[in-house]
């Protein structure tokens, strides 16, 4: 009994080859990940399995119960003999990988087949195969991945049910029994063993592979998050420099390099000496890369490098696009075309793709920077039409009764003007300027409403070189006059106040106008808000600006009480010149 089981186990070694076999096939793999196999792949399984069950029953020993002898190998079958194998392990693992449409179809092969090899046992056996597939089905979870104790467990069960069938069914009774003392035993141990042996391979292997997959994959990231910062700035010399010292200590090759479709913009590694920055590109197989856009492993008699002593054998070269046009190439170099593996294929090709994805949001990030500020210029554009009428009638009028003061509010509109304009070619100016601007205004409505408007300001004079988006103070000066203090007859005050603020600067407008109700300050610089005196668009426009610059802690804030006045303010971070 012991020689039998030692032997049994040494025939477990075609089991461990089937299972390395079996890892690379695409429909196992569904059956160790997938909740349920399509019919195709259950078609596939039950074939596999039902032929792993022959091999099983081949790789048996036949024991004769007269002569109590064993056969090494299984050919053919008398009236006394029976084989002691391992068909039970293609079943079950059918039917705990695939189910039981997979258990019972690989059953019924591996049944079929021992029933046609004959013997006392013959229909027993062929019997046992179909249940040991139902048995497993039974055992099989959806949701869940079988464990090693389990296979070892419902293997050795399978077996035992195989040797009560043959009690039962096999003629005559005492050869039955005797087979059953001999190879009952040895089998179920052994069949056990094989189930949790054959899961456990796979098992290894398929881990094995999703750990270097999983290695690759956060190489892979932490390449993405080093070169990121870099490629922001579109692919240059001074990029592409930076990126191939990253990938240069990332990846095992001989050397790196980076071009644009003309020149060589970085090569880091061997032979730097003759593949040297800013020079012409060397190779007519890197200009096909860049003609096609597709990857190409070039070796030592494609390459043609220039340079008879160069130590770079062999290459892979990947594309690197932007809008699906070629605009350049990453390249790996290596000693020898047996370095270059199928894993570090697959890294290459992904790195390709990471980094023309990080060009292509460069350019979109571009792209959206120059949108922004194009909208900036836009919203600093918009004069009041109105105000530029209003104000060349009161020069008109003044021009017959105080030509002097005609001329001073002539001076202060062109200054005001001429500020305006400035504002569009410009981002940022200083609270000095902002505030000039600001007063050139006010001198003007001052003027204007000289019966009845006061400016008061409160200015530290240490904030005024701190930074500030252009035409961001008068439209909100504006605002508190047309909407706040426009229809008072008398005793109308604006205050404008640029104060220090902890670690910031707070600006703030105020006035003792008509004030605003609760519901329409809730939308006052967040949407335009309709109404007979206006739209809220100037406000809109300066939050937008505001938050689009400093972001939404410079928002404006709005409190007012109605026939009491409004007060408006905003905080500017501290800004260092860049």
């Known amino acids: 009994m012991f020689e039998l089981l030692i032997t049994m186990v040494e025939r477990l070694g075609i089991i461990v080859t089937i299972a390395f076999v079996l890892t690379r096939f695409s429909f196992f793999r569904d059956m160790i990940h997938q909740e349920r196999l399509d019919t195709q792949q259950q078609y596939k399984a039950i074939i596999f399995f039902g032929f792993f069950g022959i091999i099983g029953t081949y790789s048996g020993m036949a024991l004769d119960t007269g002569t109590q002898q064993f056969d090494r190998w299984v050919a053919e079958l008398t009236s006394d003999e029976a084989i002691a194998n391992s068909r039970v392990v293609g079943v079950v693992l059918a039917g705990l990988l695939g ?28 019997l046992a195969a179909m249940l040991a597939g139902i048995i497993a089905g039974f055992f099989h979870k959806k949701d869940r991945h079988v464990k090693l104790p389990a296979a070892f467990f419902i293997g050795a069960l399978a077996e035992s049910v195989q040797m009560l069938i043959i009690l039962l069914m096999a003629k005559p009774f005492d050869k039955a029994l005797t087979l059953v003392e001999i190879i009952g035993l040895p089998m179920i141990l052994a069949n056990g063993l094989g189930s949790a042996l054959f899961l456990l391979i796979i098992k290894n292997v398929i881990n094995e592979e999703e750990k270097a997959g999983a290695a690759q994959a956060q190489r892979a990231l932490r390449i993405a998050d080093q070169t990121l910062a870099y490629l922001r700035k579109g692919m240059n010399a001074e990029s592409a ?16 390099a980076i071009t644009n479709t003309t020149e060589i913009l970085a090569h880091l590694g061997l032979g730097d000496d003759h593949h040297k920055a800013n020079s012409t590109i060397q190779t007519q197989i890197t200009r096909d890369v860049i003609q096609n856009g597709e990857l190409v492993i070039a070796k030592d008699d494609t390459i043609h490098c220039r340079n008879k002593d160069c130590p770079l054998g062999a290459a892979v070269i990947a594309p690197l696009k932007q809008r699906g046009e070629t605009i ?23 790195l390709s793709l990471l980094l023309s994805n990080q060009l292509e949001i460069a350019q979109a990030e571009k792209a959206y920077q120059l949108a ?5 210029k836009a919203l ?17 009028s003044l021009t017959r009764i105080d030509p002097d003061k005609a001329r001073s509010l002539l001076v202060s509109l062109s200054h005001f003007l001429r500020k305006n304009l400035t504002a569009t070619t410009v981002t940022m100016t200083t609270l000095e300027q902002e505030l000039k601007h600001t007063k050139a205004y006010l001198a003007i409505e001052e003027t204007r409403f000289f019966h009845k408007l006061t400016v008061e300001y409160d200015i530290d004079e240490e904030t005024l070189l701190e930074k500030i988006p252009p035409l961001t103070l008068q439209p909100i000066v504006e605002n508190a006059i047309k909407h706040g203090i426009m229809d008072k007859e008398e005793n109308c005050i604006i205050s404008v106040s640029i104060k220090k603020y902890y670690e910031a600067v707070k600006v703030t407008v105020t006035d003792n106008g008509n004030g605003i109700t609760k519901e329409r300050i809730k939308d006052l610089g967040v949407k335009e808000v309709h109404s007979q005196t206006g739209s809220g668009l100037a406000l809109y426009n300066v939050n937008r600006r505001l938050t689009m610059m400093f972001g939404k802690q410079s928002a404006l804030k709005i409190h007012s009480k109605i026939n009491e006045g409004t007060s408006i303010h905003f905080l500017l971070n501290t800004m260092e010149e860049t």
């Open 99 to 126: 189910g039981y449409k997979v258990g019972i179809g690989a059953g019924i092969i591996a049944g079929i087949h021992r029933f046609t090899l004959g013997g006392f046992t013959a229909l027993a056996c062929g």
């Open 241 to 256: 420099n930076a990126v191939c010292h990253i990938l240069h200590k990332e990846i095992q090759s001989s050397a790196v």
């Open 380 to 396: 600093q554009a918009q004069i009041s039409p109105h105000f530029l009428f209003n104000t060349l009638n009161t020069i008109i």
């Open 328 to 350: 350049g190439t990453l390249k790996f170099y290596f000693s020898s075309e047996k370095e270059i593996t199928n894993l570090s294929i697959e890294l290459i090709t992904g």
């Open 372 to 376: 922004q500020e194009a909208e900036i």
